[in-house]
């Protein structure tokens, strides 16, 4: 498990590192996690007043996936949540 501090308050532990998330490459959970912190300086420009949409993966890019609805509890508090005006009410 690797712990990553958010800020001096949070941190988020990361579980499941050895998991295969691509099978044709090899990569694992770990492996993105490596992209992840790598690529914002790059990404982030791209990104900034864009709207986006999760889409996940539990078992892996081969695996079936689903559409995140609505942010988790544990959403860091600099990530705005909005609520589509597509979406119904729950």
């Given at each position: 498990m690797i712990?990553?501090?958010?800020?001096e308050?949070?941190?988020q532990?990361?579980?499941s590192l050895r998991k295969i998330v691509s099978?044709?490459?090899?990569?694992t959970?770990?492996?993105l996690l490596a992209y992840y912190l790598k690529i914002?300086?790059?990404?982030?420009p791209h990104l900034k007043d864009h709207s986006m949409v999760m889409k996940r993966y539990p078992n892996g890019i081969a695996g079936e996936f689903f559409f995140m609805a609505?942010?988790?509890?544990?959403?860091h508090v600099y990530i705005p949540i909005q609520r589509s005006p597509l979406q119904?009410?729950?």
């Open positions: 712990t990553i501090p958010e800020d308050y949070t941190c532990k990361l579980t099978p044709e490459s090899g990569f959970k770990r492996d914002p300086p790059v990404l982030l609505t942010g988790s509890r544990g959403v119904k009410e729950a």
